[in-house]
Nanobody
Framework: QARVVESGGGLVQEGGSLRLTCKTN???????????LSWYRQAPGKQREFVAT???????DYKESVKGRFTISRDNRKRTGYLQMNSLKPDDTAVYYC??????WGQGTQVTVSS
């Protein structure tokens, strides 16, 4: 059974940092390695939005508002992804979801940034 589990969320003060982890289990190695790993987020009353992605060749792309603050990475050996979030803002408050292998989603982890 393929599983994706996000962790690392929590309550942080504006300007603080969090590191989210996307740990996977049961995904075939070639599927994990050969596809993008992405982070999305959804705030209450809003639609889910793209945050960051890292391709199989390790090229990255970010939502404009998080550029320079967030860094996405992946460790194919561990079949794990990460999202380092610095200089957090209240507008970053949302449930953050990881997508691995271009098809598997986690349950999300809550990030709350206080002002």
């Amino acid at each position: 059974q393929a599983r994706v589990v996000e962790s690392g969320g929590g309550l942080v003060q504006e300007g603080g940092s969090l590191r989210l982890t996307c740990k996977t289990n049961g995904i075939i190695l070639s599927v994990f390695n050969g596809n993008s790993l992405s982070w999305y987020r959804q705030a209450p009353g809003k639609q889910r939005e793209f945050v960051a992605t890292i391709s199989s060749s390790h090229s990255t792309d970010y939502k404009e508002s998080v550029k320079g603050r967030f860094t996405i990475s992946r460790d194919n050996r561990k079949r794990t992804g990460y999202l380092q979030m610095n200089s957090l803002k209240p507008d970053d408050t949302a449930v953050y979801y990881c997508n691995a292998g271009d098809q598997y989603w986690g349950q999300g982890t809550q990030v709350t940034v206080s002002s």
